[in-house]
Nanobody, 119 residues
Framework: QVQLVESGGGLVQPGGSLRLSCAASGNSFTINVMGWYRQAPGKQRELVASIASGGITNYSDSVKGRFTISRGNARNTVYLQMNRLKPEDTAVYYC?????????????WGQGTQVTVSS
């Protein structure tokens, strides 16, 4: 079992910045990919950004050039630096991890953190 703990959400004005953090913990696992998804009211959950074990990143078109995903030195932590935030970025942001544990692939989600962009 892997636990994902997120932090860093909050209220910010348009044009502002926030940094989300997600730390994975557990026993006997290897992270294949970590990412951030978001879900706004009445909308489906969508991928925001992901980073694979080799460092390859992927971003949704709506956040390219504004958001940056990165990993911590321990490789079990992922960050999402969000700059030039817009009201349409308002959503609950979820951390996701695809891991291999005991030769099986598992997918885990964090509890979510609210990001509100409003003046």
């Amino acid at each position: 079992q892997v636990q994902l703990v997120e932090s860093g959400g909050g209220l910010v004005q348009p044009g502002g910045s926030l940094r989300l953090s997600c730390a994975a913990s557990g026993n006997s696992f290897t992270i294949n990919v970590m990412g951030w998804y978001r879900q706004a009211p009445g909308k489906q959950r969508e991928l925001v950004a992901s980073i694979a074990s080799g460092g390859i990143t992927n971003y949704s078109d709506s956040v390219k050039g504004r958001f940056t995903i990165s990993r911590g030195n321990a490789r079990n932590t992922v960050y999402l630096q969000m700059n030039r935030l817009k009201p349409e970025d308002t959503a609950v942001y979820y951390c996701n991890a695809g891991v291999t544990s005991w030769s099986q692939i598992h997918n885990y989600w964090g509890q979510g953190t609210q990001v509100t962009v409003s003046s």
